[in-house]
């Protein structure tokens, strides 16, 4: 189960930071990250993490949002500054989960996801 938290309004040129939790039955995580669905558009990749630090962004917030892993590495978090209103969309947390038990399926857990609104 992933939960996901930290959305919410901002005006153009704020931040915001955004985190999920992973909980449940999990053996290993081997990377998380976070994408985002804007209405009328197709989900993007916003960014993602590898357990061995290998992160990708996408083009259009490069230099304006860092991902990060806490310790536990159950944890993840967004750091989004500069924002733009075209950063307004749903931003979902997924994470590449293996289970304790029961099969494997890659980037197979999701969050809820959480509104990020940018406006005046």
């Known amino acids: 189960q992933l939960q996901a938290s930290g959305g919410g309004l901002v005006h153009p040129g704020g931040s915001l930071r955004l985190s999920c939790v992973a909980s449940?039955?999990?053996?290993?995580?081997?990377?998380m990250g976070w994408y985002r669905q804007a209405p009328g558009k197709e989900r993007e990749l916003v960014a993602d993490?590898?357990?061995?630090?290998?992160?990708r962004y996408g083009d259009s917030v490069k230099g304006r949002f860092t991902i990060s892993r806490g310790n536990a590495k159950t944890t993840m978090y967004l750091q989004m500054d500069s924002l733009k209103p075209e950063d307004t969309a749903i931003y979902y947390c997924?994470?590449?989960?293996?289970?304790?038990?029961?099969?494997?399926?890659?980037?197979?857990?999701w969050g809820q996801g959480t509104l990020v609104t940018v406006s005046s």
């Open positions: 997924g994470a590449d989960v293996i289970p304790d038990s029961g099969a494997y399926y890659p980037w197979d857990h």
């Open positions: 449940g039955s999990i053996f290993a995580i081997k990377g």
């Open positions: 993490i590898t357990n061995d630090g290998n992160i």
